[in-house]
């Protein structure tokens, strides 16, 4: 059973940082280019971060280009994304998905989703 796990959300502090894990199982995270997506109330889900399945290239959206940073340890079924310099404006809960597709900024790629994690920035 195709199960992703997040974790590592909360609140923070404009400026701050976190870092939120993704604990896949159920597959073999070798084979898949993971994404990272967020949803804020009232918004569509938009895509934030990918890593293809050897991590060896990853994808941004221009949003958070310079500030977030998203990394993989296939040997730990892991990937994870590194938040800096929060802004209220990445309030959002935060989901990882497992790419079938190779468009890696668009949803329909993805055929397996965590539950989500709440991040929001906030003073």
């Known amino acids: 059973q195709v199960q992703l796990v997040e974790s590592g959300g909360a609140l923070v502090q404009p400026g701050g940082s976190l870092r939120l894990s993704c604990a896949v199982s159920?597959?073999?995270?070798?084979?898949?280019?993971i994404g990272w997506f967020r949803q804020a109330p009232g918004k569509e889900r938009e895509f934030v971060a990918a890593i293809t399945w050897s991590g060896t290239s990853a994808y941004y959206a221009e949003s958070v280009r310079g500030r977030f940073t998203i990394s993989r340890d296939n040997a730990k079924n892991m990937v994870y994304l590194q938040m800096n310099s929060l802004k209220p404006e990445d309030t959002a809960v935060y989901y990882c998905a497992a790419a079938v597709g190779t468009v890696l900024d668009y949803s329909g790629s993805y055929n397996d989703w965590g539950q989500g994690t709440q991040v929001t920035v906030s003073s």
């Open positions: 159920g597959f073999t995270l070798g084979y898949y280019a």
